[in-house]
């Protein structure tokens, strides 16, 4: 079963609003949770790192202030799009690693989220 | 700079039959991950397999094996007894070198699996 949860798993809304997305590990704890952004038909792309107890990590060119991160337990970050406009609209999907051990070879995506800004 | 390449952009296989997908990958670091997933339509990323740059052996996850060939830098995916459900997007990533669990990810291949 699904050990990374996203929610919603679509939204649209309205130029200028915001949106938030909820990603959680379900079963494990995770002080470190990813953000991805997947346009149609490319691969995905790394916005930024969550952290809990600290602030995140950005990537180049990604603004932090459009796109603010939330770790706020060790098992939920949160994505917010601030003021959202048409460009926006992606494929946004977290992911949390899961670490067996000193082992760090699985790393879980959730289902992700449609946002379609109008 | 660390790169993942994924040079076939469609590949097509009949069911039942064996496919493989390629994957190279380029790092200095001598410590790093190689990962596999699927995303079907619907989005999720699902996680088919890893291999470590460490691991002696090539990794088996059922009907996926990695064909790890360290000195030529690839990790290609081999699907057996390939499925109509096997139909899909599959991306090649590697875990970005230091501590971290970063993960850069390849263009993907689209895999149509015909009866």
């Known amino acids: 079963g699904a050990v990374v949860s996203q929610h919603p798993s679509r939204v649209i809304c309205k130029s200028g609003t915001s949106v938030k997305i909820e990603c959680r590990s379900l079963d494990f704890q995770a002080t470190t949770m990813f953000w991805y952004r997947q346009f149609p038909k490319q691969s995905l792309m790394l916005m930024a790192t969550s952290n809990e107890g600290s602030k995140a990590t950005y990537e180049q060119g990604v603004e932090k202030d459009k796109f603010l991160i939330n770790h706020a337990s060790l098992t939920l970050s949160t994505l917010t799009v601030t003021s959202a406009h048409p460009e926006d609209s992606s494929f946004y999907i977290c992911s949390a690693p899961r670490t067996r051990g000193y082992s760090r070879e699985t790393q879980y995506f959730g289902p992700g989220t449609r946002l379609l800004v109008l | 700079a660390q790169k993942i390449t994924q040079t076939q952009p469609g590949m097509f296989v009949q069911e039942k039959e064996a496919v493989t997908l390629d994957c190279t990958y380029d790092?200095?670091?001598?410590?790093?991950?190689l990962f596999w997933y699927k995303q079907p339509s619907s989005g999720e990323m699902i996680f088919l397999i890893y291999q470590g740059s460490y691991d002696q052996q090539n990794a088996t996850e059922g009907r996926y094996s990695l064909n790890f060939q360290k000195a030529r830098k690839s990790a290609n995916l081999v699907i057996s007894a390939s499925q109509l459900g096997d139909s899909a997007m599959y991306f090649c990533?590697?875990?970005?070198?230091?501590?971290?669990?970063?993960?850069?990810f390849g263009t993907g291949t689209r895999l149509q699996v015909f009866p």
């Open positions: 790092t200095s670091d001598p410590s790093y991950g």
């Open positions: 990533a590697m875990r970005e070198a230091g501590n971290t669990d970063k993960l850069i």
